[in-house]
Nanobody, 126 residues
Framework: QVQLVESGGDSVRAGGSLRLSCKVSGFSISRDCFGWFRQAPGKEREAVATIYTGDGATDYVDSVKGRFTLSRDNSKNTLYMQMNWLQPDDTAMYYC???????????????????WGQGTQVTVSS
């Protein structure tokens, strides 16, 4: 059974940092596309960053480039998103998702993903 579980969300001040984790079970993360998404109240879910675990290729939306960094630990079957210099606009529920096809960029629609986690809340105060 495919399962993704996010953790690491918290409330921080602007300028702070958080590291989100996405623990995967039911399959190995060795060769799939994982996306991190966020959704703020009243807004559509948007892609933040993607990583293709086959070669480690990453993609980020412009608003987080230079601040967010994706990584993975194959031995723990876990993905990470390090978020630095957090701003109030980063406040949202954050989700990880997996897509079992190769195309892996932030332009891929949420509907193309096959499985989602339950989300973890990130709140950034000014």
């Amino acid at each position: 059974q495919v399962q993704l579980v996010e953790s690491g969300g918290d409330s921080v001040r602007a300028g702070g940092s958080l590291r989100l984790s996405c623990k995967v079970s039911g399959f190995s993360i060795s060769r799939d596309c994982f996306g991190w998404f966020r959704q703020a109240p009243g807004k559509e879910r948007e892609a933040v960053a993607t990583i293709y675990t086959g070669d480690g290729a990453t993609d980020y939306v412009d608003s987080v480039k230079g601040r967010f960094t994706l990584s993975r630990d194959n031995s723990k079957n876990t993905l990470y998103m390090q978020m630095n210099w957090l701003q109030p606009d980063d406040t949202a529920m954050y989700y990880c998702a997996v897509k079992f096809t190769r195309t892996c960029t932030v332009l891929v629609r949420p509907a193309a993903y096959n499985a989602w986690g339950q989300g973890t809340q990130v709140t950034v105060s000014s």
